[in-house]
């Protein structure tokens, strides 16, 4: 873990009650990104590893934003390679990708996005511990307040929709309402999931209001897949296994499989779901290979279950009814781990 470099600073917690009925319809947040981003002129962003639509969106969305109300500042994002169907947001071209091989390299601020622990941040941990100055936005429940100056918000739908209230709304252009727009629609399951409140509605009408092509984004972003995802997800739905009445259905996808299918790692995003959707189904659990030991867990609830308690189990996290993990070792024995945590909330 990093060391605290003053270890009192102020953590900043948004909205401490539960439920959507925390969220206020006020679209300002009490902290301002300006305040933030003024003082320094070397801004590192990064998220966390393999990221998805809503850590990419609000990579790219700051970025974007920095770029329009201060230009003259230097910001660079560090993420690992991305999801080909996310390619299409504006500044993706000037991501580094390659920045294991940059550690230790200084900037006067690095700016976390959607990463709820310090070891999901992959190769940026480097980089995370050679800057003084760190701030961080996240919604995860999860979050372990591994940066002391924190903006956290559970209760909102995504990360992307939080950065929107910390936002000067006369600098969110078109590059930048694509990028949010496309994290809250990734990360609400395009406003299905229970996450969805009154304000991610308003937020996204804002966004929309740069003109954006929403229908494309969200076809793009949520929907479409390549030939060799669809397959992989024929792969997991033809070797479904169920347990506890039907209740749960589960799939476990080995490097075989995936090579067979012509996916890696990255690609697997959006298999999960298809088995949440199995009628009957309150809990989906996806486990896919990464390597010889190493296991990648995904895990969806319907209605009640809190999975996000089943993936802290594990070192992982997430939301309520999205989240995952990883683990090293015998399959077996970790799947039946995770089956009994699931059976002791599942009725």
């Known amino acids: 873990m990093p060391k605290a470099k003053k270890p009192k600073k102020i953590c900043i917690l948004q909205n401490k009650k539960k439920g959507r009925e925390a969220l206020d319809i006020n679209l300002k947040n009490d902290t301002q990104l300006d305040d933030v981003i003024e003082k ?4 590192a962003i990064t998220g966390h590893v393999r990221p998805d639509g809503d850590c990419l969106g609000s990579c790219l969305g700051i970025k974007n934003y920095i770029n329009n109300k201060f230009p003259s500042k230097k910001v660079t994002v560090y993420l690992e390679e991305i999801m080909d169907r996310l390619n299409f947001l504006p500044g993706v071209e000037e991501i580094d990708h390659d920045f294991n091989k940059k550690a230790g390299r200084k900037h006067d ?37 591994f940066v002391d100056n924190l903006v956290l918000e559970p209760e909102s739908s995504s990360t992307c929709e939080l950065v929107y209230t910390m936002l000067d709304p006369k600098y969110v252009d078109y590059n930048v309402a694509m990028c949010l727009y ?45 030939y060799e995802q669809a397959k992989v997800c024929a792969y997991a739905i033809e070797n479904v296994k169920f347990a506890f009445d039907g209740k749960c259905a589960y799939a476990i996808v080995d490097k075989n499989a995936m090579e067979k299918c012509g996916v890696t790692p990255k690609d697997m995003d959006g ?77």
């Open 40 to 43: 320094y002129e070397n801004i």
């Open 109 to 145: 601020l690095i700016i976390v996005l959607d990463a709820s622990s310090f070891d999901r941040l992959g190769d940026s941990e480097a980089i995370f511990e050679a800057t003084e100055s760190r701030f961080s936005i996240d919604h995860h429940a999860t979050n372990t307040h």
């Open 182 to 226: 496309t994290g809250m629609i990734t990360d609400s399951g395009v406003f299905k999931y229970s996450s969805t409140s009154k304000r991610t509605m308003i937020v996204a009408g804002e966004l929309m209001d740069r003109n954006i092509p929403f229908q494309t984004i969200i076809d793009g972003a949520f929907y479409s897949k390549t």
């Open 271 to 347: 298999t999960i779901d298809e088995l949440r959707l199995i009628i009957g189904v309150e809990c989906a659990l996806l486990i896919y290979q990464i390597d010889e030991n190493d296991y990648k867990i995904s895990l969806r609830a319907k209605d009640y279950m809190e999975v996000d308690k089943i993936a802290v189990e594990f070192g992982g996290g997430g939301h309520v009814r999205a989240a995952g993990a990883s683990f090293d070792g015998n399959l077996e024995a970790n799947l039946k781990k995770i089956l009994e945590l699931i059976g002791a909330q599942i009725r």
